[in-house]
C-alpha cells in the first residue's frame, strides 16, 4: 500500500522518551500566564453556565457535565505543551496513586495487588506500569490511556482499571493485573511512536508466555484510537515496526469513546459541539498538534469531498477503505464499544460498530450507548472517585468475558 511505505521513513526514526513537563521559554510562560488569566476564566465561564443549563434541563449529573466544560475549555484554549505543563506526567500519577490506594487499603491481599511495578520497553521509550499481580495473573490487561496524545494518565484511569478489572477478577475468582502503558506524548510522540510503543508492550506480554486469549486491551478516547492502531497494524504490519503474528484471537478489545475520523462535520458533532468534553474547538488543538495548521486543513478538506487516498488508515481507520477492518475477528473474539449519546464522537463509534457487525461475522461485537452521557464518563467516574453506570457496565462486561473463557 502506498501509505505504507510513505509512513515507513517515520517508522525508522529513533523514538523519544517519555514526556515529562517540557520546558517552556519566558515567552511561552508569559502567553501563558496571559491566556490564564484573562481569556480563559472568561471562557470557562461562559462553557460552564451553557452547560449547566444543558444538563439541568435533562436532569443529567451537573457535576459531571460542568467537569466536561472544564475540559472543553482547557483544550481549547490551551496547546499541547501548555497543557502538560499543568499536568502531573505518567509516572508521577501512576506513583501517586499506589500510594494513595496504599494508604486506604488495609486488606492484606488487596495490598499485595498495590506494588510499584514499572517495566520498561526496551529502547522504546515506552513502559508498562502495573497495576494488580502480574506474575500470578492468568488474564492480562494491556490498558491505553486517553488525553488526546497530549495529556497524561490521570489517577482516575488507575482507578477505573482497579475498579472495573482487578477487582472484577478477584470477584470472579481469577487474577487478573493490568498494565497501563506510558507512552510519549505530543509534541515528541507523533505517529507512529505511540504505536511502536503500543506494539511492544504487547508483544512483551506475547513474550512473557501469556496466551493471545488471555489477554485484553483497549482504552478511552485517543487510547481507543491507539488500540485501533495496534489492531491494524497485526492486520496490515507497518514497516519498520515489530510485526506481531497471533496464534489465536486476543480474548477482547475494549474501545470507550474513541477517536477514529478527522471527520468534524457529522450530526453528532453538530449536534452536541458545546455540550461535551471534547469540542470543535478541542478537536482543532488535537489536529494543530497531530499534523499542523496547513495539513489538518488539507484533511478536513479531503473528508469533505470524500477523497480517502492521503487518510493514515492506522490513525482514522474510518476514513480509508471499509476492507482495512477486514479480518478483526481473527485477531479478537470480542469488542466492546462503549459511547455517550451526547458526546461529540458518537457516530464515529456506532459507525464502526456498524462495519465491524458487516465485515468480521466471527468477532463478537458490542455497543454500549448512555443516553445520559458525554464523552468518557467511565473516567469521569474515576475521577470524583464513584464509580458508577459506566464503570459498572465495563465490569460486568469483563467479569462475564472472563468467567466464561
Known amino acids: 500500500m502506498a501509505v ?136 492480562i490487561v494491556l490498558f491505553l490511556h486517553g488525553g488526546g496524545y497530549i495529556a497524561p494518565a490521570l489517577r482516575g484511569h488507575y482507578d477505573w482499571c482497579w475498579n472495573a478489572y482487578v477487582l472484577a477478577g478477584r470477584e470472579a475468582g481469577v487474577e487478573v493485573a493490568v498494565g497501563c502503558l506510558q507512552y510519549t506524548l505530543l509534541n515528541d510522540g507523533r505517529f507512529p511512536v505511540p504505536l511502536v510503543q503500543a506494539t511492544e508492550a504487547l508483544g512483551s506480554i506475547l513474550d512473557s508466555g501469556t496466551s493471545p486469549s488471555d489477554i485484553y486491551m483497549g482504552g478511552d478516547s485517543a487510547g481507543g484510537n491507539l488500540s485501533m492502531q495496534v489492531l491494524s497494524h497485526i492486520l496490515h504490519p507497518h514497516e519498520g515496526i515489530r510485526p506481531l503474528q497471533l496464534s489465536e484471537p486476543l480474548a477482547g478489545v475494549f474501545l470507550v469513546s474513541p477517536w477514529l475520523s478527522n471527520n468534524v462535520f457529522s450530526d453528532s458533532v453538530k449536534r452536541n459541539d458545546g455540550n461535551d468534553m471534547i469540542s470543535t474547538g478541542a478537536l482543532d488543538t488535537l489536529g494543530l498538534a497531530l499534523y499542523g495548521e496547513d495539513q489538518i486543513k488539507a484533511h478536513k478538506a479531503d473528508v469533505l469531498a470524500g477523497d480517502l487516498s492521503a487518510a493514515n488508515p492506522y490513525m482514522t481507520p474510518l476514513d480509508t477503505e471499509e476492507a482495512w477492518l477486514d479480518g478483526i475477528g481473527d485477531v479478537t473474539s470480542r469488542v466492546f464499544l462503549t459511547v455517550g449519546k451526547n458526546e461529540v464522537l458518537y457516530d464515529q463509534g456506532v459507525r464502526l460498530v456498524s462495519l465491524l457487525r458487516r465485515r468480521n461475522a466471527t468477532c463478537q461485537i458490542r455497543l454500549d450507548e448512555s443516553e445520559r452521557e458525554a464523552h468518557d464518563f467511565i473516567l469521569v467516574e474515576n475521577i470524583f472517585g464513584k464509580p458508577g453506570d459506566a464503570t459498572s457496565r465495563m465490569k460486568s462486561w469483563f467479569k462475564g468475558t472472563i468467567t466464561a473463557s
Open 4 to 139: 505504507q511505505s510513505t509512513l515507513a521513513v517515520e517508522a525508522q526514526q529513533s523514538y523519544p522518551h517519555q514526556n515529562g513537563r517540557p520546558r517552556l521559554s519566558i515567552w511561552e510562560y508569559l502567553k501563558l500566564l496571559t491566556k490564564a488569566t484573562t481569556i480563559v476564566p472568561l471562557r470557562m465561564a461562559w462553557y460552564i453556565l451553557r452547560i449547566v443549563y444543558f444538563s439541568a434541563r435533562r436532569r443529567f449529573n451537573i457535576k459531571y457535565y460542568v467537569f466536561c466544560a472544564i475540559v472543553d475549555a482547557v483544550f481549547t484554549s490551551f496547546n499541547d505543551r501548555e497543557i502538560q505543563i499543568y499536568s502531573q506526567p505518567t509516572v508521577d500519577a501512576y506513583y501517586t496513586w499506589v500510594n494513595s490506594k496504599l494508604g486506604r487499603t488495609r486488606e492484606p491481599a488487596l495490598r499485595q495487588r498495590l506494588v510499584h511495578d514499572i517495566q520498561p520497553l526496551g529502547q522504546t521509550g515506552g513502559s508498562l506500569l502495573w497495576i494488580g499481580n502480574r506474575r500470578k495473573a492468568s488474564k
